[in-house]
């Protein structure tokens, strides 16, 4: 009996730890984005301060700041929204009825065609994006919306078929052969009755492709603009003059992180599946 | 009048076997015409890396295979290609480390753990670039909470080239571990339990377990791990690129940060991507290669 509380405190101990190591910089960040310019930068570091949520209120441009980046972060923020939420509509319409199909139809090239599909997920970004460069000033695609949706398609499609295919071949197939012995459409059975019950599974998806694109950096920082370039191209900028402002790169980081904490915390259940493709359930 | 009713040799089948042969094809085919425009640009970046292509110059020509050869005697790209797979190594070994350390610790019963793998996420879902902005704030030189914690006065971790690549290193072990847990923790947990009590009653000990019951039964999860970490440690951009952008020197530098320096400063797009595309050989090699002995240790599917 003593053995095993001595094993328990050993436990809590290591899982202290780990909490603090996991949740230490996030804190600390959060910390920073309440602190004045002059708590910041203090040496020592102050734990205890009074917060100030003039950070915050430079980002969204009210108050003066004296912000170089502070009145575009917003605009940063909107590219964000209308790239990530482009990408994974788009992401449905031509991934969904691949993954259907891979999951129940019977067809040559299938288990080939699939792991194309992942092998997307495999190849170093830069390897398109530096072409596209190119192809994309061509054909006046850079730094537009469509364009940097389009280039999303690379990380929300393998995403999608995997892990909606893997939602899909969870749904019992005599509902379906059921259905169609009674005269439903193929489409009728899809839309009345897989895809209600594939619903959790499909939200899950959507919600960690819009994850993945909001976190994608590279696409947006070769093949974007100031004008469409995502949030986390958008954060480097109060890193890249000679005088890093402190304050507000913390509330610019903490903002951007909202949405992504949120969905995360609301998916969390199907987040293994979605980082392996389906591999792990 | 072709009905949909099923022929009754049908029913049993697990997949559904359509006499509309034209269903599969127009399903994929929205799916297969976006792959088609990915693998567009990656024959024109094989064309490209054919020829002397200069983003400031309006022509370019055919030059064979001269940009492979230069990468040959080019001490850039070994000192690139060296950090690449060194970064690969370490962080993989320790990544597992740790990881498998967190999974032993969360795999017991004890209150908070449900806690624990709800936090195990949040390094996880940052981008990258956020993560590493949080560590750099952290590490700065006179204002970082680091260096006042280990009384390392105003040392300047990303100046030295050790110690930049033990911040780098540092970041990306720190974004990826939680994903190696969670992964093998699952795994864990989806075993079956009778080995492991039947080497409990025979007082087995904890390292026998680990190493004789533990680690081959999670042998797919370990594969479906190295697959999906080597392949991204390998192309390793966003933490550099917001760290120390490759410096001092080229001691941060990985293959990816290379080309992307190579681009935006010598315009060379050409050679630029006949170095990336050896990257991408080594990535598709290991990832087809691990891809397989996965899809092995689970069965057919």
Redesign the interface.
Known sequence: MKEKRKN?LL??L??LV??I???M??I??VM?SFKNKFD??S???KIFFIPTLDNYKALFGLGKGGLVAGSTFLSYFKNSLILSVGAIVLAL???M??A???A????KA?ES?A??????????????I??????YQRLHLYNTYIGLI?IY??IA?PLM?WMMRSYFEEIP?AI??AA??D????AGSFFRLVLPLAAPGVAATLVLCF?FC?????MG??LGGIDTQPV??G??SF?GTSE?Q?GS??AA?VV??IP??LL??AV?KY??RG??FG??? | MVTNALKPEMINDPLIRTRKDWLPTIMTTPAVLALIGMLYPFAIAIYYSFTNFNLLKPTHKFVGFENYAKIFTNPDFWEAMGNTVLFALIALVFEFLFGFLITLLLNNQVKGVRLMRTLLMLPLMLPPVIAAMMWRTLLATNTGPINYLFGLGDFAWLAHPGSARFAVMFIEIWSSTPFVALVLLSGLQSLPKEPFEAAQVDGANFFFVVRRLMLPMLQPFILVVLLFRVVDVVKLFDVIFTTTQGGPMLTTTTIPVLVYREVFKFFTLGSAIAKVLMLWIINYALSFWLAGRWRKSIGTM
């Open positions: 328990n436990i809590y290591g899982m780990l909490a190591y996991l949740t910089p996030i600390w960040i920073m910041v930068i040496m020592p570091p319409f031509l991934g009825p691949a259907y199909a891979i129940r139809l019977r067809f299938k065609l792991f194309t599909f992942l092998s997307f997920r495999f190849v170093p970004e830069i390897t398109i530096l072409p596209l460069y190119v192809l389009l398609q690379l499609i078929v197939i379906e052969q169609h012995t005269g439903y459409s193929w994850i909001w976190n994608n950096f590279i920082l070769m986390t191209v954060l480097l890193m890093i402190w790169m913390a980081t951007a992180i992504e904490v995360v915390l969390q987040m293994i980082l392996t591999a792990v359930k």
